[in-house]
């Protein structure tokens, strides 16, 4: 058993019927090609190997990818390819070298220190992905399927909820872990398939522009943080409310300005090209 490194913000499943009831959720199929971020001991790796066509772990612990090399080094598997360890920090995985083996499921156990990071790493990749199912803070999980008018919606929400469909799929005890972390949590999945509102966006960074601009400064109403971004004559030609507060807009709503921005700025670009 390995003994948790505090600055990698580790904190080992030990109970194999959570990470039974995880590989359940997520339904693995004989075809499918598995990236797990932070194998750890293996205790989630160990539901896949064997099931799918392949498992890429990816552990940043030189003494985890040690352990895991022996846990999971069976002639046949090895044989097979079934599985294959990589000893990288997967925020600096290049995640094109899964380009060969169509849409990959992401799934994990990760530091939840980096959640945000990863979750943005996956967005930025979804060509490449089918969903990502990890295990978060309850609390994050909860922001990221907030609707509009509370508190929880967020910066986090309206990107997953524009990119993917997020649903919680059960909530997790601090008792499954060591060491026991100080919050409860949550494995959420991000189907990214059926992130049919991003079929609408004109732009993908425009719009995250747009979104972090607005809810870096959630208290003040759109006229005066979009104002750090465009000029008084364009937004005066936006037909939308302005007087509205990022968190009273829908992610939808958030589409149709970032789109009405965009092609007021590509409509000036012409008249001053003339």
């Known amino acids: 058993m390995l003994r948790p490194v505090k600055y990698l913000g580790q904190h080992f499943l030990s109970d194999k019927n959570?990470?039974?009831?995880?590989?359940?959720?997520?339904?693995?199929?004989?075809?499918?090609?598995?990236?797990?971020?932070?194998?750890?001991?293996g205790f989630l790796t160990e539901q896949f190997v064997g099931r799918v066509k392949k498992v890429f772990a990816v552990e940043v612990d030189k003494r985890a990818v040690d352990f895991l090399k022996?846990?999971?080094?069976?002639?046949?598997?090895?044989?097979?390819?079934?599985?294959?360890?990589?000893?990288?920090?997967?925020?600096?995985?290049?995640l094109k070298m899964f380009e060969g083996f169509g849409k990959v499921r992401l799934i994990g156990n990760i530091p939840y220190s980096i959640t945000s990071s990863i979750i943005f790493k996956a967005i930025e990749n979804r060509?490449?992905?089918?969903?990502?199912?990890?295990?978060?803070?309850?609390?994050?999980?909860?922001?990221?399927?907030?609707?509009?008018?509370?508190?929880?919606?967020?910066?986090?929400?309206?990107?997953?909820q524009a990119y993917s469909k997020p649903e919680i799929l059960f909530r997790v005890s601090r008792n499954v872990?060591?060491?026991?972390?100080?919050?409860?949590?949550?494995?959420?999945?991000?189907?990214?398939?059926?992130?049919e509102l991003s079929e609408k966006i004109i732009d993908d960074a425009?719009?995250?522009?747009?979104?972090?601009?607005?809810?870096?400064?959630?208290?003040?109403?759109?006229?005066?943080?979009?104002?750090?971004?465009?000029?008084?004559?364009?937004?005066?030609?936006?037909?939308?409310?302005?007087?509205?507060?990022?968190?009273?807009?829908?992610?939808?709503?958030?589409i149709e300005l970032s789109n009405m921005l965009y092609e007021i700025l590509e409509e000036k670009n012409k008249e001053g090209g003339r």
């Open 127 to 160: 060509n490449l992905i089918k969903d990502l199912t990890i295990m978060v803070q309850l609390e994050v999980a909860m922001r990221i399927v907030s609707n509009p008018g509370v508190k929880d919606y967020s910066i986090l929400s309206v990107l997953c």
């Open 177 to 195: 872990f060591y060491p026991k972390p100080k919050v409860s949590s949550a494995v959420i999945r991000l189907d990214f398939e059926k992130g």
């Open 70 to 94: 022996v846990r999971f080094g069976a002639e046949e598997l090895v044989r097979e390819d079934r599985i294959e360890i990589i000893h990288q920090d997967f925020l600096k995985l290049d």
């Open 18 to 41: 959570i990470a039974r009831k995880i590989a359940e959720a997520v339904n693995p199929q004989p075809d499918d090609v598995i990236v797990e971020i932070g194998a750890g001991e």
């Open 206 to 254: 425009f719009f995250k522009k747009i979104v972090k601009t607005a809810f870096n400064k959630r208290r003040k109403i759109l006229k005066n943080t979009l104002a750090e971004l465009f000029d008084e004559e364009t937004l005066s030609r936006l037909n939308f409310d302005l007087s509205l507060r990022p968190e009273q807009l829908s992610v939808e709503e958030f």
